[in-house]
Structures are given as structure tokens and as C-alpha cells.
């Protein structure tokens, strides 16, 4: 039973190839032009679709497959959309924010979203911060086996506290010099867990991705395996397709 159309993105009007495209419960993705644009659905066997992880892989994996399979330029849609007929899409999206839409259209055609996200061991990050401050490093041990006053603690965390937060800062920056530059836009995220220390995405040209891939490696090589670095290279553009950009 059909609890209407799950949709997953919009293309600039064009023949899209659907064929063999399997979308979320097996439903075969399907496409519907309409007032100028070609959107990407399936039959929605749920009312409602959870946020789980099968679920936003198989939402992603569907416009990853369509833009593997040569249309580029789409405008993603937020995860559990449904829609119970076509005349909803046209007086809620296509008549009101049509320009907007093609205005995106112009930003994203050649360009692609790339992602990388940063993380580090807070505990080695501190200890070779120590090693490499023998003051800081003494006056944290004289912490152990003394009765020091509050004041003298509170003010020597302090002081391990800023400088690993220096040192967390000069590993951000160092990725924006490098990285930055190489993109049109770039959005930056919060981070998702607390070794996390940056998570960036980026709009970089198409054919500029094996570069851009390259000064990630090298990056990581700078660092010498310190750092876990997860680059993404291949994204439907999320980041750099929102409604509020409209």
C-alpha cells in the first residue's frame, strides 16, 4: 500500500536514467517533470520514515547513484519528505521559490560538496604538549602527592587548558590556509563528538577534487598520524542546497 511519494531531489529538467535505481524499501525511483524541474521519488511504503541510519544511507545512496550516473547538478532534499500529490509540490515549492531554486542551480552546476572532519587524541595531544612545556609539564606534576591552594590548581588547568586549546586552533587554522582556498564556499559544521576538532564541507569544481584530495593526504602526512582525518569525496552538495539560501 502506497502512503504517497517519497522525495529525494530535484534536477534541472532533463532525461534522467532511473533505470535499476532502487530507492527506500526497495521501491524503484522513478522521476516527474514539473514546471520546469525533474524530481526524484519513489512510492512511500510508511507514513512516516525514521531518521535511522539504513534509512539516511538509502536517502543519500539514491542521489549519490544518480549523480554517479552523469546528472550532476541537483538540489538534495531533506530526508523524509512525502508528498500526497504533485499540485502540493507546485503550490508549496516549484510557484514560490522557483527562481530561488534556479538561482542554486547556477551555484551548484560544476561544482561538487566534499567533506572532511578532523580528529584528534586529547590525551596524546596533552601529553606531548607537557613534553614539549617543561614548565607547564612541572608545574602539573606538582599538582601530584602536594596540598596546593584552589587558586594554584584552578590556574595551572587553566593554563593546560589554553594551550591545548592553542594547539587545537593551530590545526584548524592550518586546514582552512590549506583547504579554503581551493573552494567557492565552504560551511562549517559543528562537531559531532568530543574528539572531533573540525568538521568542514566545501563546494570545490568538479575536476578539482584529485587536488583537492591530494593536499587532504598531505595534510594528514604533515601531522604524522596524529590526527584521523575522514574525507568525503563524493556528497550530494547538503551543505550548499538550503531552502533558507533561497
Same mark, same amino acid.
Given at each position: 500500500?502506497? #502512503?504517497?511519494?517519497?522525495?529525494?531531489?530535484?534536477?534541472?529538467?532533463?532525461?534522467?536514467?532511473?533505470?535499476?535505481?532502487?530507492?527506500?524499501?526497495?521501491? %524503484?525511483?522513478? *522521476?516527474? &517533470?514539473?514546471?520546469?524541474?525533474?524530481?526524484?521519488?519513489?512510492?512511500?511504503?510508511?507514513?512516516?520514515?525514521?531518521? &535511522?541510519?539504513?534509512?539516511?544511507?538509502? #536517502?543519500?545512496?539514491?542521489?549519490?547513484?544518480?549523480?554517479?550516473?552523469? #546528472?550532476?547538478?541537483?538540489?538534495?532534499? @531533506?530526508?523524509?519528505?512525502?508528498?500526497?500529490?504533485?499540485?502540493?509540490?507546485?503550490?508549496?515549492?516549484?510557484?514560490?521559490?522557483?527562481?530561488?531554486?534556479?538561482?542554486?542551480?547556477?551555484?551548484?552546476?560544476?561544482?561538487?560538496?566534499?567533506?572532511?572532519?578532523?580528529?584528534?587524541?586529547?590525551?596524546?595531544?596533552?601529553?606531548?604538549?607537557?613534553?614539549?612545556? %617543561? *614548565?607547564?609539564?612541572?608545574?602539573?606534576?606538582?599538582?601530584?602527592?602536594?596540598?596546593?591552594?584552589?587558586?594554584?590548581?584552578?590556574?595551572?588547568?587553566?593554563?593546560?587548558?589554553?594551550?591545548?586549546?592553542?594547539?587545537? @586552533?593551530?590545526?584548524?587554522?592550518?586546514?582552512?590556509?590549506?583547504?579554503?582556498?581551493?573552494?567557492?564556499?565552504?560551511?562549517?559544521?559543528? &562537531?559531532?563528538?568530543?574528539?572531533?576538532?573540525?568538521?568542514?564541507?566545501?563546494?570545490?569544481?568538479?575536476?578539482?577534487?584529485?587536488?583537492?584530495?591530494? @593536499?587532504?593526504?598531505?595534510?594528514?602526512?604533515?601531522?604524522?598520524?596524529?590526527?584521523?582525518?575522514?574525507?568525503?569525496?563524493? *556528497?550530494? %552538495?547538503?551543505?550548499?542546497?538550503?531552502?533558507? @539560501?533561497?
Amino acid at each position: 500500500m502506497s #502512503h504517497g511519494l517519497y522525495l529525494y531531489g530535484i534536477f534541472p529538467d532533463s532525461n534522467l536514467d532511473t533505470s535499476g535505481l532502487e530507492g527506500l524499501d526497495k521501491q %524503484p525511483v522513478q *522521476t516527474y &517533470s514539473l514546471d520546469g524541474f525533474t524530481f526524484l521519488y519513489s512510492e512511500a511504503q510508511q507514513e512516516r520514515y525514521l531518521a &535511522s541510519r539504513k534509512n539516511l544511507l538509502g #536517502h543519500e545512496r539514491v542521489l549519490e547513484q544518480a549523480m554517479h550516473a552523469g #546528472h550532476r547538478t541537483l538540489l538534495p532534499l @531533506q530526508f523524509g519528505l512525502i508528498i500526497n500529490d504533485w499540485n502540493t509540490v507546485t503550490t508549496q515549492l516549484t510557484q514560490p521559490y522557483g527562481t530561488g531554486l534556479h538561482r542554486l542551480f547556477e551555484k551548484l552546476n560544476g561544482k561538487r560538496e566534499v567533506g572532511v572532519k578532523v580528529f584528534w587524541e586529547q590525551d596524546s595531544e596533552l601529553q606531548a604538549l607537557l613534553e614539549e612545556n %617543561p *614548565t607547564l609539564k612541572a608545574q602539573r606534576d606538582s599538582l601530584e602527592g602536594k596540598t596546593l591552594g584552589m587558586d594554584e590548581v584552578v590556574s595551572i588547568g587553566q593554563a593546560i587548558e589554553r594551550s591545548l586549546e592553542a594547539r587545537k @586552533q593551530y590545526i584548524i587554522t592550518l586546514f582552512r590556509t590549506v583547504l579554503n582556498p581551493l573552494a567557492s564556499e565552504i560551511v562549517e559544521n559543528d &562537531s559531532l563528538t568530543e574528539s572531533m576538532i573540525y568538521n568542514a564541507a566545501y563546494l570545490i569544481n568538479w575536476d578539482a577534487e584529485s587536488h583537492f584530495g591530494q @593536499q587532504v593526504e598531505d595534510l594528514d602526512q604533515k601531522f604524522d598520524g596524529r590526527l584521523k582525518i575522514r574525507y568525503n569525496n563524493f *556528497t550530494a %552538495p547538503f551543505n550548499f542546497a538550503q531552502m533558507e @539560501q533561497l
